[in-house]
């Protein structure tokens, strides 16, 4: 048994993804789609934003023909079937904006993983954007597809080539993995990389900090759900979100600020400006 840094983290589940070999191959697997890459971007997102949102996207990577994107995400929300919906149109309509045509020029991709899990306790779940015939058959015209991948459903009927990532990744949940039960060389690969004894100091932090806004994020969904069923679930659900947030952020800004954290790593952890992390200490510079 090997002790490792659990996948559940971005930063950890980015440190691994963001190898371009495994990344390559985890698409491979996934999608059945071979990509040609030398480099993986991380919190990658367009400048100006793409409608009102400023999206980011956890990993990023595209070749001459394709754009995937690979996102992850541990807090069990009620939105992430349209939250990467989402996400996926805007890496469509980046392309679309620079072209003259409706039609992107690259086949776009996103895949998902939901290492919580999701109310329909399915392993793969895909939207596939091609038109159908009255008969159910498709026209090969839109080659867009969305995944959403949930390891923790993994089953012995889940297909071969999904079926050791998903393992893999619900295996180190519990921080601890069987090395001699995969075969790919990719997965072993990740296993070496999060090995517990290689995860560094600044990544320990990340890591804390990143469970300390899982926290809030729960219990700010919880007071949601429970005002939602006096008030209107929808109405009590946005309020929650909405209540404490900012003040969750800010505070956990000046927390990492007094940890003597880079300015451009809170930003990323919180969603917080560069103007606004300043403004919680004058001193501060970027």
């Known amino acids: 048994m090997k002790k490792v840094a659990s996948l559940q983290y971005g930063v950890i589940f980015k440190k691994a993804f963001s190898q371009p070999d495994i990344f390559t191959g985890f698409?491979?697997?996934?999608?059945?789609?071979?990509?040609e890459i030398d480099r993986v971007e991380t919190e990658k997102s367009f400048d100006p934003p793409i409608g009102k949102i400023d999206t980011r996207f956890d990993l990023f990577a595209e070749d001459p023909k394709n754009r995937v994107v690979v996102d992850i995400q541990h807090v069990r929300f009620p939105d992430h079937y349209d939250r990467f919906l989402h996400y996926h149109c805007v890496a469509l309509l980046e392309q679309v904006s620079r072209s003259e045509l409706y039609t992107p020029p690259l086949r776009t991709?996103?895949?998902?993983?939901?290492?919580?899990?999701?109310?329909?306790?399915?392993?793969?779940?895909?939207?596939?954007?091609d038109p159908k015939d009255r008969h159910g058959k498709g026209l090969n015209e839109i080659p867009h597809r969305v995944v959403y991948l949930c390891p923790k459903y993994v089953t012995a009927e889940t297909p071969l080539p999904y079926r050791e990532w998903l393992q893999a990744i619900n295996d180190s949940l519990d921080q601890e993995v069987e090395e001699s039960s995969y075969q790919l060389p990719e997965i072993q690969r990740i296993f070496d990389l999060i090995e517990q004894d290689l995860v560094s100091p600044k990544e320990r932090a990340r890591m804390k900090d990143e469970y300390a806004m899982e926290m809030v994020k729960r219990d700010k969904y919880e007071e949601g759900r429970q005002e939602g069923w006096n008030e209107g679930w929808n109405e009590g659900w946005?309020?929650?979100?909405?209540?404490?947030?900012?003040?969750?952020?800010?505070?956990?800004?000046?927390?990492?600020?007094?940890?003597?954290?880079?300015?451009?790593?809170?930003a990323e952890l919180t969603n917080l400006t560069l103007v606004e992390?300043?403004?919680?200490?004058?001193e501060a510079s970027s």
């Open 27 to 35: 698409v491979r697997d996934i999608l059945g789609v071979h990509i």
């Open 109 to 129: 991709f996103t895949i998902v993983v939901l290492t919580s899990g999701d109310k329909h306790k399915v392993d793969v779940a895909t939207i596939d954007f």
């Open 238 to 266: 946005n309020e929650g979100q909405a209540q404490g947030r900012e003040e969750e952020q800010r505070r956990l800004a000046s927390k990492m600020l007094n940890q003597g954290l880079e300015l451009k790593l809170i």
């Open 277 to 282: 992390i300043q403004q919680l200490d004058p």
